[in-house]
Structure formats: structure tokens, C-alpha cells
């Protein structure tokens, strides 16, 4: 089977599964028969795999520790729940020619809206940034990362430090995992294609990839460019999910967040991140109970993971893979 | 012969280090040319500049009859000039084939959403692509290997590598970094060939710069010899071998007793 093929049916699989569990109580199906705590945690697992997969195309194939993915995120939950919340009459009524579509439409402009807005912050933070290395981008990114914080914080127009509340709840299982295999498939056709050849180049040397006439800056700024657009459709459909969202909800440590489910899916691998994000959204539930021994658990878990295999849980499982489909 | 690069007075400065000083240099179409001179005489500085990595300090650098210092790396390479470096500098986590196909990217169209919608097009020449590189592979030997990844080949593979990858841009010409550097006598000798058969496969000017005196005197047409960043030599290797100056900057001079 081509790569091509296996990969729509994932996303049909994703499409077909989050059918099911679309969260309406009274469904026939009985899977769909869920309580609302076990469908946060799955939505949350869906978005934490679209952060994950995206900082991933940034640090992990173009080899750019990037630490302000939150930033971006923060720049797509504000972007989108200004459309709804702050502009929703008024876009409402534009859109009631649609008639009951009109709700569902406006949450699909309002993801655009949040997603090329982080894009558009990425393009921007990335193009001067990019002439940095390794931990020095590492210091400029976490930097933006805050900056769009404290913008936020100091904009009285979306809430301020307050936050901005009553967003409507859009987000469903559907659109989540919908969404989260989109972003996954975008990622893995785009690695696949000049553009991962370039990015993989740009990770391995850059000095030999502009040798070879890969014009790295592009590669770089694409990859970013790229990794905030989805990092903002996450923000979006977390703001659209919990309704209520506040600047200190996108400091640095939910970038921390992602880059520890990246390093531990292993740097790289698509496959792997997304198993990371959803074992940790797991586990960041499981030890709810024991919530301040719960960063000495995930510190234990890294440090463990560094000593027994420190290219990731499932890091180069996609290069074996490949190898096999090589050798069939 | 036309000359195919030319250097007209080029000069890098690094501080008060004056790393090239005034080298006037040319290449002529298919020719190949040695570039030699004790260590820390500027040739791997001159490689650079060549190669964009640095920009000139004074003076131009004529690819072509054009213009090309001040260009970025990937931009002079896409005007046709290749290299390869003293200490490999492979795509590390690679396959051998992938190494190769990234440098086509330059002659690629490279659409977004054709790499998302993966039309026909797009499959066309991604085969297509997968097809040249294979076969240039089997040019130098490598085919049986194109599916392992790049760092378990042995050393001369890895630099024949680097060739075929430079190859892949389609220079006219390509500089050779110390192609010779840690390979013993065999793989030397294998190496001589490789390069005269490179020139007859292919056709780019090459320009080399190594430190092994029978390797550059056994292929070279012409040799320039660097020192402290001046050239102080140019002619064929016979010349070279007999000129008083090149003798005394790699042996010192005779001391006449008073």
C-alpha cells in the first residue's frame, strides 16, 4: 500500500472514531455515551498531539529548539475567540444567510482567523530570529513567547490580565481529532517532498545544505511559519473548549509542556510525538491526586528516558519504517 | 581556453589578518587546476569565498563572466558551482540516496500544496527525481547501498559520496576540499581516478585543493601555490616542482655559511 494511501486512511479512521464520540449524551451509539470528564481528556489529548506534531516540524525536523510554541498558541486562542466572543453578534447576523450553519461557520472562519494570525506571528518572529543558533534561538524564541504574553496581558481589549470569558463552545471531539489528523497528515506529506529534504538538510548541516544550494532561510522560515499555524488551531480550539482562557494559561511553562512531549516521542518522529502527547495528557490525569509530586514524576520520567534511550520513546521508528518499505 | 572563474585581486581581511591578499586566480572550462600551499596559507579561506561562505574583502570574483561575490551559498551554488568539504559533511541521519535527492532540490519545483495534494505532477517528479539519483549512484558504485543510511559507509565511500552529492546540483565546476585527507595509498590512488573519471563522465572544471603532492601533481593541468595568502607560484606541475620559491616555502631556504 502507498504511503499516500495509508495515510488518508488514518485520517478517515480519526474522522470515522471522533464521528462517534461527538459527545451528544442522548446518541444511540453507546461509545458515544461518555462523561464529560473522560471527552475533556480526550479533546485535550487531541490538541496537546496538534502542539506536539507541530513544535515538532520546528525543532525536531529543522532541528530549531523553538521554546515560544505557547506564544503561538496564545496568538491563535485570542485571534479565534475574538471572533466569536468579542465580534459574534454582529458576524453572526452577517452570516444568517446560512440559516443554522451559520454557528459552525463562523467557528471555522474563527480557527482561519486564529491560525494565520499565529502563522503571520511566526513569519515574524521567525525571519530575524532564524540568523540564531541553537541556544541562543532557543533564549529569542522564549522571549517572543513572553512578550505575546505580556501584550495580551496589557491589551484591555481581550480581558487583559483578567482573561477573556464566556467563548462559545465550539470545540468537539470531531473537530479536535479532525483537526489533529489534518495537522498530522500536512506534517508527514510535507516531510515527504522537497520541503522535508530541504528541512532535514537545515537539521543535519546547515552549512553543507547551502552547499548544496538549499536556501536554508526559507526551509527555516517555512517550518516556522508552518508550526505556528497549527500551534494556533490549537490555541483556538482549546479557547473553544474551555470557554475562558487568560494570559497566564500560555506562559513558558506550557511550552515546556510540548517540548518535553517532542523530546520524549522522540525529536523527529511524527509517530512518536503523537503517542507522547496523548500518553502525557494521560498521565498528567492519572496523577491528579498526587498534583505537587506531579513535576517530580515527569522529571523522574525524562531523566530515566535520557539515560535508557535517549533519541525518544519511539524516536527513529519512522526511518525503520521507511527501511522496510525500501526493502519491500 | 575560456576561463570559466575568475579572481581579480581578491582580498579577506579577518581583523588585522590578512587571510588572502591580492590573488589574482582563474579556472578555465574543464580545466583542472591544483590549489597547494603550506598550512594556514589561505586555500580552504579562498575555497570559501569561492563558495560565498565568506565575502570578499576587496576585489571580484567572476563566475561566468557574472558577478557572484556577495551572493549567499546556495545562491552561487545554484549558478553552478559545487564543493565538498575537508572533514565530510554529510546529511548525517540520511540514507546514501536521500543525501543525493536533497541536492537535487535546486532543480525542483517545489510547490506547497503540491507536496500536500500529492498529485501527479508532484509523484512524477518525486520518482523521477529517485530515479536520476539511483542511477547516478550506480555511476560511482553506490547503488548496492543507497538504502543504508549514510554514516555506515566506509571512509572513501563517504567522500565519494560528497562528490556524487555535489554532483547532483550539476555544476560546472567543483571544488575539492582535501579529498585526500586520511585516506591511505589505495584509496589515493582510487581517488585519482575517480576524479579524471568524474571530468570525462561529467565535464565541470574542477578546482582541488590537497596536500598530498602525488595526488595534485599526478592529475593536476596547472597548480597555484599559496602562501601567507599570496599567491607566489603558478604553472604546470614540472614548473611547480622546479620553482625556487615553492621550494623554500615548503622546505625553508639553504642557509649559505659565510
Known amino acids: 500500500m502507498g504511503s499516500r494511501n495509508s495515510l488518508l486512511l488514518c485520517v478517515l479512521v480519526f474522522a470515522v472514531v471522533s464521528a462517534l464520540f461527538t459527545g451528544h449524551p442522548e446518541a444511540a ?21 496538534i502542539l506536539a506534531v507541530s513544535l515538532n516540524i520546528v525543532s525536531g525536523h529543522t532541528g530549531q529548539f523553538s521554546l515560544g510554541h505557547a506564544g503561538f498558541m496564545a496568538v491563535g486562542a485570542y485571534g479565534s475567540a475574538a471572533v466569536t466572543q468579542i465580534g459574534g453578534k454582529p458576524i453572526l447576523n452577517a452570516l444568517s444567510f446560512l440559516g443554522g450553519a451559520a454557528p459552525i461557520c463562523m467557528f471555522v472562519l474563527s480557527l482561519l482567523v486564529g491560525g494565520l494570525l499565529a502563522a503571520l506571528a511566526g513569519f515574524a518572529v521567525g525571519l530575524p530570529s532564524l540568523r540564531l543558533k541553537g541556544d541562543y534561538l532557543a533564549i529569542v524564541t522564549l522571549g517572543f513567547g513572553e512578550i505575546i504574553r505580556v501584550v495580551i496581558q496589557n491589551t484591555e481589549a ?10 462559545p463552545a465550539f470545540t468537539t471531539l470531531g ?44 526551509y527555516k522560515v517555512t517550518a516556522f511559519v508552518v508550526g505556528s499555524f497549527f500551534a494556533g488551531l490549537a490555541g483556538a480550539l482549546y479557547a473553544h473548549l474551555i470557554g475562558y482562557i487568560t494570559p497566564e494559561g500560555f ?78 | 581556453m575560456k576561463s570559466i572563474l575568475e579572481l581579480e585581486k581578491v582580498v579577506v581581511r579577518f581583523g588585522g589578518l590578512v587571510a588572502v591578499s591580492a590573488v589574482d586566480f582563474h579556472v ?111 555511476v560511482f558504485g553506490l547503488k548496492s547501498a543507497a538504502h543504508q543510511p549514510c554514516r555506515s559507509l566506509a571512509y572513501g565511500d563517504q567522500r565519494r559520496l560528497e562528490i556524487v552529492r555535489a554532483l547532483a546540483t550539476k ?27 568524474t571530468q570525462e563522465r561529467f565535464g565541470p572544471a574542477v578546482l582541488l585543493v590537497e596536500h598530498d603532492m602525488k595526488v595534485v601533481m599526478g592529475i593536476c593541468q596547472r597548480i597555484a601555490v599559496l602562501e601567507y595568502g599570496r599567491k607566489i607560484a603558478e604553472g604546470t606541475p614540472g614548473e611547480i616542482q622546479q620553482d625556487r620559491r615553492v621550494i623554500a616555502a615548503y622546505l625553508g631556504e639553504e642557509v649559505v655559511d659565510a
Open chain 2, 171 to 197: 555544476p560546472r565546476l567543483l571544488l575539492l576540499d582535501e579529498p585526500a585527507a586520511g585516506m591511505n595509498p589505495t584509496e589515493k590512488v582510487e581517488l585519482m581516478r575517480l576524479i579524471r573519471f
Open chain 2, 28 to 138: 578555465g572550462e574543464g580545466e583542472l587546476v591544483g590549489l597547494i600551499g603550506p598550512n594556514g596559507a589561505g586555500k580552504t579561506t579562498l575555497f570559501n569565498v569561492i563558495t560565498g561562505v565568506y565575502k570578499p574583502t576587496e576585489g571580484a570574483i567572476r563566475f561566468d563572466a557574472q558577478t557572484v561575490d556577495g551572493l549567499s551559498a546556495s545562491e552561487i551554488t545554484s549558478r553552478g558551482i559545487a564543493r565538498t568539504f575537508q572533514n565530510i559533511r554529510l546529511f548525517s541521519s540520511l540514507s546514501v540516496l536521500d543525501n543525493v535527492v536533497a541536492a537535487f532540490n535546486l532543480h525542483l519545483k517545489s510547490g506547497f500544496l503540491g507536496a500536500l495534494w500529492r498529485g501527479t505532477q508532484f509523484r512524477e517528479q518525486e520518482r523521477a527525481v529517485r530515479e536520476e539519483a539511483l542511477q547516478l549512484l550506480d
Open chain 1, 29 to 49: 451509539w453507546p461509545l458515544a455515551q461518555i462523561d464529560d470528564y473522560l471527552l475533556n481528556i480526550l479533546i485535550m489529548a487531541g490538541i496537546n498531539v
Open chain 1, 175 to 218: 473537530w479536535t481529532w479532525g483537526l489533529a489528523a489534518f495537522c498530522i497528515y500536512c506534517v508527514s506529506a510535507l516531510i515527504r517532498s522537497t520541503y522535508g529534504r530541504g528541512f532535514l538538510a537545515v537539521r543535519d548541516d546547515e552549512i553543507a545544505a547551502e552547499a548544496m544550494g538549499v536556501n536554508t532561510t526559507k
Open chain 1, 158 to 167: 481581550v480581558g487583559g490580565a483578567r482573561g477573556l470569558t464566556g467563548i
Open chain 1, 251 to 328: 506562559s513558558f511553562l506550557k511550552s515546556v509542556d510540548v517540548v518535553v512531549m517532542v523530546i520524549l516521542g522522540g525529536m523527529g518522529s511524527t509517530l512518536g510525538v503523537t503517542v507522547a502527547a496523548i500518553l502525557l495528557t494521560a498521565l498528567n490525569e492519572l496523577l491528579r491526586q498526587a498534583e505537587q509530586y506531579r513535576m517530580v514524576a515527569f522529571a523522574l520520567l525524562l531523566i530515566v528516558l535520557m539515560i535508557a534511550r535517549p533519541q525518544g520513546l519511539l524516536g527513529g521508528i519512522d526511518r525503520w519504517l521507511q527501511a522496510r518499505r525500501n526493502r519491500s
